[in-house]
Nanobody, 128 residues
């Protein structure tokens, strides 16, 4: 069982920056690949970024490439999402997720079905 708690979401103006954090419980954090997803009102939850268990591999959705950066600090059981050049279309609830599927390999999953645990989400609102 893994518990995830996101934080850092807030109201920010377009063009601004924000860093989200996701704190994980337990001592098995380094065994999980981690991902960020987001969901806007009336839309499906979509993939944003993911990082492999040791941080050696990262992937991003095309919509955020060059603007967002995912990273992790296994010593602190925390994964981050640095968001720069924010746009109004980035407005959504952002969810942190953990995947135990690739506990050996440096794989960063992008499918929702590959994740086992989810946080409660944190609201990010980007004003124009």
């Amino acid at each position: 069982q893994v518990q995830l708690v996101e934080s850092g979401g807030e109201l920010v103006q377009a063009g601004g920056s924000l860093r989200l954090s996701c704190a994980a419980s337990g001592r098995t954090f380094s065994s999980y690949a981690m991902g960020w997803f987001r969901q806007a009102p009336g839309k499906e939850r979509e993939f944003v970024a993911a990082v492999s268990r040791s941080g050696g591999n990262t992937i991003y959705a095309d919509s955020v490439k060059g603007r967002f950066t995912i990273s992790r600090d296994n010593a602190k059981n925390t994964v981050y999402l640095q968001m720069n050049s924010l746009k109004p279309e980035d407005t959504a609830v952002y969810y942190c997720a953990a995947s135990g599927k690739y506990h050996i390999f440096e794989v960063a999953p992008r499918r929702l079905s590959e994740y086992d645990y989810w946080g409660q989400g944190t609201q990010v609102t980007v004003s124009s």
